[in-house]
């Protein structure tokens, strides 16, 4: 212990001698260098962070926007393409009415149409209803996944698995979670938010165009449906229809097959792999409209809609 004593002795006198009080400055001088430069980095820190933070939120809010408007456009196609697939169970049970009804099918020659078969029409319907949640309607969520997913996508699903949404975009899922503390990670958010509303745009023009052919195939298929029920709501046997009558169910068939193979596209497709954008499936929704406005056409030469 007296080693310390005699040490702290000597240390006093020291910093009391003219060479120890200059040589406190300087340690005290080195010291306040010091801190300013901490507090200086932490400035600089602080100011890269809310520079950070502005731009993940810019990023965000211009991603939300995005998404925003497409899933509108999708909700309104899906809300379409529900209605028409609940129509086909009340088709399907006039058609299956009608006594001594021949086999009729519309066959165009380069346009791949389903067959119609009454019984596999009304099950669609059923199965769809249950996908989509039952009697009791289906969310906005749903209505956007019934848009951007094909027949069998949907049937894939467990009974309700639609009422919780479709995830538009995986990538930017994953970019919500990302952290933005850095300049450098929120310009990469800032960067995959300008890829995806890219892919939102196209969605959106293609989903538009593509819900616009369904309702001008669905007027004309609504209106031949009522038309049907009608007719059987006085006779069912079909030797007893009148030309008209006839031409009417075999229309309400052609329709009804034409909207069960545009229900079919899948609008959304899978990125081809991680970390990547989902793809629109536009190159099959053109051809589909043009087989469409063909099949409508024949229709229309038939009968005056």
């Known amino acids: 212990m007296w080693i310390f004593?005699?040490?702290?002795e000597w240390l006093a006198k020291f910093f009391e001698s003219k060479a120890g009080k200059n040589t406190l400055k300087v340690m005290v001088g080195v010291g306040v260098v010091a801190g300013g430069a901490a507090a200086g980095e932490m400035v600089v820190a602080h100011k890269r962070n809310k520079r950070a933070e502005r731009i993940k939120a810019a990023a965000l809010k211009k991603h939300d926007e995005g998404r925003a408007k497409v899933e509108t456009t999708l909700a309104d196609l899906g809300e379409t393409k529900l209605e028409?697939?609940?129509?086909?169970?009340?088709?399907?049970?006039?058609?299956?009415?009608?006594?001594?009804?021949?086999?009729?099918?519309?066959?165009?020659?380069?346009?791949?149409?389903?067959?119609?078969?009454?019984?596999?029409f009304k099950q669609l319907a059923m199965a769809i209803e249950a996908a989509a949640g039952g009697v009791g309607g289906v969310a906005v969520?749903?209505?956007?996944?019934?848009?951007?997913?094909?027949?069998?996508?949907?049937l894939a699903l467990a009974p309700g698995a639609l009422l919780g949404g479709i995830v538009l975009c995986a990538m930017g899922a994953k970019m919500l979670h990302r952290s933005a503390e850095k300049v450098k990670l929120a310009k990469k958010i800032e960067a995959d938010v300008e890829s995806i509303l890219v892919y939102y745009k196209e969605l959106d023009k293609t989903a538009k165009r593509f819900h616009k052919t369904f309702l001008e195939v669905k007027e004309p298929?609504?209106?031949h449906l009522r038309k049907v029920q009608k007719i059987i709501a006085r006779r069912t046997d079909w030797e007893k229809f009148s030309k008209a009558e006839k031409l009417a169910v075999k229309n309400a068939i052609a329709l009804a097959q034409l909207l069960h193979r545009m229900?079919?596209?899948?609008?959304?497709?899978e990125a081809p792999k991680a970390d990547a954008i989902e793809r629109v499936n536009t190159p099959v929704v053109d051809r589909m409209i043009a087989d469409a406005n063909n099949v409508?056409?024949?229709v229309k030469k038939g009968v005056a809609i």
């Open 263 to 269: 229900c079919a596209v899948q609008l959304v497709l």
């Open 84 to 120: 028409i697939y609940k129509s086909f169970g009340e088709l399907a049970d006039a058609i299956q009415s009608i006594q001594q009804r021949p086999e009729y099918e519309l066959s165009i020659e380069g346009v791949e149409l389903p067959s119609f078969k009454p019984a596999e």
């Open 296 to 298: 409508y056409s024949h």
């Open 221 to 223: 298929y609504f209106k």
């Open 5 to 8: 004593k005699k040490l702290f």
């Open 141 to 154: 969520g749903g209505a956007v996944g019934i848009a951007a997913m094909g027949t069998g996508s949907i």
